[in-house]
């Protein structure tokens, strides 16, 4: 499986950007596929995922962000509104091959196998 992000760019805080996540092969729409982000500095967090379990979000996120899917265009969106300056950061889309379970919400990065190169998001203030 092959990712691509896109939609990363530059915006004032209060504005809003859509991220893609573009996913090779036939069995792309059965994965679970989450969005991490990485502040400079910092770790690599979670932000939201979305499978046929449902949808999590971050706190830090929640009300603001939404995720979703085209399974016709084998892609998932991060629709980010609201956007602050503390959003910005390289963010990454990841794609579960493995099982997924009702009722579990996959936020780890070693719940993903396959992660795409990062999008910078840039919220200046």
């Known amino acids: 499986v092959q990712l691509q992000a896109s939609g990363g760019g530059l915006v004032q805080a209060g504005g809003s950007l859509r991220l893609s996540c573009a996913g090779s092969?036939?069995?792309?729409?059965?994965?679970?596929v989450g969005w991490f982000r990485r502040a400079p500095g910092e770790e690599r967090e979670f932000v939201a995922t979305?499978?046929?379990?449902?949808?999590y979000y971050s706190d830090s996120v929640k009300g603001r962000f939404t995720i979703s899917r085209d399974n016709a265009k084998n892609t998932v969106y991060l629709q980010m509104d609201s956007l602050r300056p503390e959003d910005t950061a390289v963010y990454y889309c990841?794609?579960?091959?493995?099982?997924?379970?009702?009722?579990?919400?996959?936020?780890?990065?070693?719940?993903?196998?396959?992660w795409g190169q990062g999008t910078q998001v840039t919220v200046s203030s």
């Open positions: 990841a794609a579960r091959g493995r099982g997924l379970s009702s009722g579990t919400y996959y936020s780890r990065v070693d719940d993903y196998d396959y």
């Open positions: 979305i499978s046929w379990t449902g949808k």
């Open positions: 092969g036939r069995t792309f729409n059965m994965y679970g």
